[in-house]
């Protein structure tokens, strides 16, 4: 391993690049034909291969710890896919670890893929539609959402195989167009898994977020019981001054009833002083007859 470090001195800072070999766990030795990956931005993980003419089993892995500077051997679970060699792997959203082709025990070449959650340890073989001919000992990019396969041999012939085939991974389906916007994406899918400290985050969310609407709800209450006040026995009930309120309203109270009763006397004397016309003759109607 090529280890990093800076030295400094009375001239300044000196990058310094030394190697390390750090030691296999027991029981592992060299192999061929396998992938190294990086995965989880601290962790490369090692697949397949063989070791003599035995191939390694797809199950077991080796992860290496850059941080910690230790090798670790680990043991997959779920749907895992059959040994195999030559085969090609890149890594989407920096935890899934995608597997295409390679050989088996019988040096077919072999065509399917499968995929190695990183951190739950757990294969499992998407249902891939467009997939080219099976091949071996080939080259793979990752860009965005596009695994990109080129070159190495085909099944068919086992001749040389020149062409680009690319696999979408949020689809899981070989394309035929490649869209440069995509590609630009580096987080593409999470994983499910759910730790604690995902469930601590979302429950201070929660709180704050019900927080805050307590405090939108209690700015809205003021709000409205300042334009409708509502008066109560007890002025602490209220939110505006209620002996203010209700002495405000006992004068104008008093104002109008004086008013009405100034305008009650003026009627009354205008009606006095109002000049008497001559009174009316009402005549019978045995008078009216005689005087005809």
Request: glycine share 8%.
């Amino acid at each position: 391993m090529l280890n990093r470090r800076t030295k400094t001195n009375g001239d300044g800072a000196e990058l310094l690049m030394t190697w390390a070999n750090n030691t296999l766990p027991v029981g592992v030795t060299a192999r061929v034909g396998h992938t190294l990956t990086a995965a989880n931005g601290t962790k490369m993980v090692v697949l397949g291969g063989a070791i003599g003419d035995k191939l390694v089993d797809m199950k077991t892995l080796l992860v290496y710890d850059a941080p910690q500077q230790a090798w670790t051997q680990r043991t997959a679970t779920g749907k895992v896919p059959q040994a195999r060699r030559n085969h090609v792997a890149t890594v989407v959203n920096d935890t899934m670890i995608v597997v295409h082709g390679g050989t088996d025990s019988n040096s077919t070449a072999l065509a399917d893929v499968a995929v190695l959650d990183t951190d739950t340890w757990t294969w499992s073989r998407p249902n891939v539609t467009g997939a080219p001919a099976a091949r071996y000992a080939h080259a793979a990019a990752q860009a965005g959402p596009y695994m990109i396969l080129t070159f190495g041999r085909a099944a068919i012939g086992n001749d040389s195989d020149y062409g680009i085939y690319i696999l979408d991974t949020t689809s899981w389906q070989f394309v035929d167009q490649y869209e440069p916007g995509r590609a630009k994406l580096t987080v593409l899918f999470k994983s499910q898994h759910v730790t604690g400290g995902t469930i601590f985050g979302l429950l201070v969310a929660s709180a704050v977020g019900l927080l805050v609407l307590l405090i939108m709800l209690y700015i809205g209450c003021t709000h409205y019981y300042n334009k409708h006040p509502r008066l109560g026995k007890d002025e602490s009930d209220n939110m505006l001054p209620v002996a203010d309120l209700r002495s405000f309203g006992r004068k104008l109270t008093v104002r109008l009833t004086s008013r009405r009763r100034r305008s009650k006397k003026e009627d009354a004397t205008e009606q006095m002083l109002r000049p008497m016309g001559p009174p009316s003759l009402k005549l019978s109607p045995t008078i009216s007859s005689g005087i005809d």
